[in-house]
């Protein structure tokens, strides 16, 4: 079956620290999509990056980075010298059955806090 | 500008009613989506159509109902049969169908039954 972890439920930082959010999936597919979302406050969901399984490049965006490793089904986001903007709900998805269906299957999200 | 518009923002009903919640995108997306999201969960699937005329059960289908008529258009229905519908409503497309791309998202609709 395929699945997301977000083990970390709740996060807080002080403002300017780096952070790293982790994201473990299963999935039995050689074919797949892994995504991040941020949720702020206002509750819509804003995309943040896509990646392919065939595609294992580090992607840095900013102050994002993102580490794709498929040997430990990982694929962690950080954030570099956080601010208070970036204090909101991050979800990490994956794909199912192949991307066929466009069905995400969602993680259970990180609360990040960033606080002044 | 180009995006997806769900209403009403809050929205309030008395158990037993049927509610239909609105979701418009003028994305000329293909695929369109309803999620339901409970306090401290992840998303999870309702409904999802990836053509007009078209549509498949999500993950927790039951006391839901869609219909996508127009391109542009896919509302939601809660029904009396919900169990417990107080939640917050998220409605998102993409642009191609039977392919992964990132989804879009609208602002949602926090739904209470009482």
């Known amino acids: 079956a395929q699945k997301v972890t977000q083990a970390q439920t709740e996060i807080s930082v002080v403002e300017k620290e780096d952070v790293t959010l982790d994201c473990v999936y299963e999935?039995?597919?050689?074919?797949?999509?892994l995504f991040w979302y941020k949720q702020p406050p206002s509750g819509e969901l804003v995309f943040l990056i896509r990646r392919n399984s065939f595609d294992e490049q580090n992607e840095i965006s900013g102050r994002y980075s993102w580490n794709f490793q498929k040997s430990t089904s990982s694929f962690n986001f950080t954030i570099t010298a956080s601010q208070v903007v970036d204090s909101a709900v991050y979800f990490c998805?994956?794909?199912?059955?192949?991307?066929?269906?466009?069905?995400?299957?969602f993680g259970q999200g990180t609360t990040l806090q960033v606080k002044p | 500008d180009g995006g997806i518009t769900q209403s009403p923002k809050y929205l309030f009903r008395k158990e037993g009613q049927n509610v239909t919640l609105s979701c418009e995108q003028n994305l000329n997306h293909d695929a369109m989506y309803w999620y339901r999201q409970d306090p401290g969960q992840g998303l999870r699937l309702i409904y999802y159509s990836q053509i007009v005329n078209d549509f498949q059960k999500g993950d927790i289908a039951e006391g839901y109902s869609v219909s996508r008529e127009k391109k542009e258009s896919f509302p939601l229905t809660v029904t009396s049969a919900q169990k417990n519908p107080t939640a917050f409503y998220l409605c998102?497309?993409?642009?191609?169908?039977?392919?992964?791309?990132?989804?879009?998202f609208g602002p949602g609709t926090r739904l209470t039954v009482t």
């Open positions: 999935t039995r597919d050689t074919t797949y999509y």
């Open positions: 998102a497309s993409s642009p191609v169908q039977g392919i992964t791309y990132e989804q879009y």
């Open positions: 998805a994956l794909s199912e059955a192949g991307g066929n269906t466009g069905k995400l299957i």
